[in-house]
């Protein structure tokens, strides 16, 4: 029978909790996406609830309305603006990414598992590369029209 | 219904969202960048302007269709993240309280659309 400490060291952690969320142990680069996931898709739903409220601002008047917009031009507002845009942009493409890996595509063909093995997720990791990559790209020209260009 | 389903709605309802919040942020917070590319649309989010489209058909459609599926796909998701810290025995009170939201929330979403279309 073994002692209460290897039954302790051997049996894996049931309850990570919230933590467990956050915590990528050896899953790496797709446990953090996943991470970003769901905060962006929290913070998303946060924002959504504020601007079905906001948009109702517009049946008090036009007063009203114009002085919520230009509350909105306040540079604190500005940057949320961009981290809300940020948030789409980022949940946006890593859910198509998901959804198209869950169908089963991109994931290539599948094949004996001969050592050294190559996982789908190491097949599929071009793919969350160009994902990243369009991301950047789609952020940074954000970037520039939210802080440089007059809207 | 099955679990499954409401999670291919789900999936349904983001690849609508993907295309339908697409248009919508890139004609209401990339403004300076249309107008780079020779398309202005003059200040998108005056008085005037929101009035004028809202008072459209299509646009009625637009943003009834983007609030259902973006309340649906967002509080799915919430839902899911929040049942993995509920116990059991709350998990209907979760949904239940989950719908309601989301029921609030399209009902006063749908008003101020539906307000603004008919002047």
């Known amino acids: 029978m073994r002692s209460a400490e290897a039954v302790r060291l051997h049996t894996p952690r049931r309850r990570l909790g919230v933590r467990g969320w956050v915590y990528a142990g050896r899953y790496g680069l797709d446990r953090y996406l996943y991470v970003l996931q769901r905060v962006s898709g929290l913070g998303l739903v946060l924002y959504l609830f504020l601007h079905i409220y906001e948009t109702g601002v517009r049946l008090r008047g036009e007063v009203a309305w114009t002085a919520t917009m230009a509350l909105f031009r306040h540079p604190v507002f500005v940057f949320l603006e961009f981290v809300v845009f940020a948030g789409f942009v980022y949940h946006a493409l890593n859910g198509l ?37 369009l991301t950047g790209v789609l952020l940074a020209l954000a970037a520039a029209d939210i802080f440089a260009l007059p809207g | 219904m099955r679990e499954s389903r409401w999670w291919l709605i789900s999936l349904g309802a983001a690849a609508l969202m993907a295309v339908l919040l697409t248009v919508h942020m890139g004609l209401m917070h990339l403004t300076g960048l249309l107008r780079a590319a020779g398309v202005d649309l003059g200040d998108v989010r005056s008085f005037a302007a929101v009035t004028a489209r809202g008072r459209s058909a299509a646009q009625l459609v637009f943003y009834l269709l983007f609030l259902a599926a973006a309340l649906y796909h967002g509080l799915y998701g919430l839902r899911s993240v929040l049942l993995e810290v509920t116990p059991p025995r709350a998990q209907g009170l979760l949904a239940g309280l989950v719908l309601l939201a989301g029921l609030v929330a399209f009902a006063y979403g749908a008003y101020v659309t539906v307000r603004t279309f008919t002047g």
């Open chain 1, 97 to 133: 990414r998901l959804i198209v890996a869950e169908l089963g595509w991109l994931l290539g063909a599948p094949a004996r598992p001969v050592y050294p093995y190559r996982s789908s997720l190491r097949r599929h990791r071009p793919w969350v590369y160009a994902l990243m990559l």
